[in-house]
């Protein structure tokens, strides 16, 4: 994108200067976020809060509800603004009107700021699950510039041509969720993930009976019926399986709802030929028959992928 520094520069001098005119005389959290707000009793606690200092109240606002990743709905958001100025209004007098207007001049000012720190975390540090939070930020961006704020027209412009970029518009913030399920050997590493949030559930296998200690087993798979039947007859796996899927249906029943992409899980065990192809595959089909989701099956040593398609309507 092609723009004029010097008028930038001036737009941002009147941001500054409506942005100073808040009180600063309390306390100002600076990394108020959902990742940061731990639930213990049904009592809120707050973590990670080195970074404090006095500042303005509207920047904390500003941070935990216009937060990208978090996807707040419209409708939450102004829910859970009403419940803070009701609460603030207990400990300061404030005029609620006002405080809203310049409200939308923090969250002009943190969106810009995530947005930089994504895009030079994300392409500079090449750290890519910076990247994936820009269209959620891009998308509060788009919902700031229909609301009513003036006093940094060019400012105003250049941003609404940033959200209209092609790569950003054809990026829809409301995709599915896709669980990558694998199979694989421990002896040859837990898998990659590609979707750079740094990998999921990984169950080990290895405590279950071993079909592979027999040789009428060797060139058999968790695929085949011989298999499937030894590891089944006494129970042990189908036990270990019930408690890998009530853990895995509490995170991808979240996931659904908090809006996330990417959920991997991976089963190991020595060879990755049996005991793990089989708790995968179960897995994968459990899934996606409970949920509906895309599931993206690879049984990693024995080269082989299966793809259960999305049932969502």
Request: contains cysteine.
């Amino acid at each position: 994108m092609e723009f004029q520094e010097n008028r930038l520069e001036d737009d941002f001098s009147k941001l500054s200067d409506i942005l100073l005119r808040s009180e600063t005389n309390t306390f100002m959290y600076r990394d108020f976020q959902s990742r940061n707000v731990m639930i213990k009793d049904e009592e809120p606690y707050f973590i990670d809060f080195q970074g404090g200092r006095k500042g303005p109240l509207y920047y904390d606002v500003a941070s935990f509800l216009w937060q990208a990743k978090a996807n707040y709905s419209e409708e939450l958001r102004n829910e859970l603004l009403q419940e803070y100025l009701n609460a603030l209004q207990e400990i300061i007098p404030i005029d609620e009107a006002d405080f809203r207007e310049q409200l939308k001049h923090f969250v002009l000012f943190r969106t810009l700021q995530v947005l930089g720190a994504y895009g030079f975390r994300g392409y500079f540090e090449k750290k890519p699950h910076f990247l994936q939070s820009i269209p959620f930020a891009l998308e509060n961006l788009r919902i700031i510039l229909r609301n009513e704020i003036s006093g940094y027209p060019y400012l105003l412009d250049i941003l609404r041509q940033m959200t209209e970029l092609r790569q950003f518009r054809e990026v829809s913030v409301q995709k599915p969720l896709v669980v990558k399920m694998y199979s694989f050997s421990f002896k040859k590493g837990i898998p990659n993930d590609d979707s750079g949030n740094g990998g999921g559930f990984v169950f080990d296998c290895r405590a279950v009976n071993n079909p592979g200690k027999y040789e009428r087993y060797a060139h058999a798979t968790g695929l085949d019926e011989s298999v499937i039947q030894f590891l089944e007859e006494n129970g042990e796996i189908l036990t270990f399986l019930d408690s890998a899927y009530q853990l895995v249906d509490a995170s991808v029943k979240r996931y659904k709802d908090r809006g996330f992409t990417n959920l991997m899980i991976s089963f190991g065990c020595t060879g990755g030929q049996h005991r793990s192809v089989y708790s995968a595959q179960k897995m994968a089909e459990h899934i996606n028959e409970k949920f509906g989701v895309e599931v993206q099956l690879i049984h990693r040593e024995q080269n082989k992928e299966q793809i259960f398609a999305s049932k969502a309507n």
